[in-house]
């Protein structure tokens, strides 16, 4: 079992930026893709970017590629995403999540964070 906790996000102006993390319980963390997602109001959830076990290889959502950078502290369970250029359009949720088979282009996760919420103001 995996239990995730999401941190970091708030309310910022458009330009701005924001770090959010994610701490990960259980030893097995190193093993996993780690992701992000957001809901943006009256949508679906989408995906925003994951990263593989080492972090060598990571994956961008186009509408943020550029914009986000994510990154894993293993040492500490943490996954984070580094978000510059924040625009209106990025205001959602923001939900970390694990998947064990280490496929970076998963379609579906195992395990899942609350949730954090981030802002962007106009």
């Known amino acids: 079992q995996v239990q995730l906790v999401e941190s970091g996000g708030g309310l910022v102006q458009a330009g701005g930026s924001l770090r959010l993390s994610c701490a990960a319980s259980?030893?097995?963390?190193?093993?996993?893709?780690m992701g992000w997602f957001r809901q943006r109001p009256g949508k679906e959830r989408e995906f925003v970017a994951a990263i593989t076990w080492n972090g060598g290889s990571t994956l961008y959502a186009d509408s943020v590629k550029g914009r986000f950078t994510i990154s894993r502290e293993n040492a500490k369970n943490t996954v984070n995403l580094q978000m510059n250029s924040l625009k209106p359009e990025d205001t959602a949720v923001y939900y970390c999540?694990?998947?064990?088979?280490?496929?970076?282009?998963?379609?579906?996760?195992?395990?899942w964070g609350q949730g954090t919420q981030v802002t962007v103001s106009s």
């Open positions: 259980g030893r097995t963390f190193l093993t996993y893709v």
């Open positions: 999540a694990a998947d064990r088979s280490g496929n970076l282009y998963a379609e579906t996760y195992d395990w």
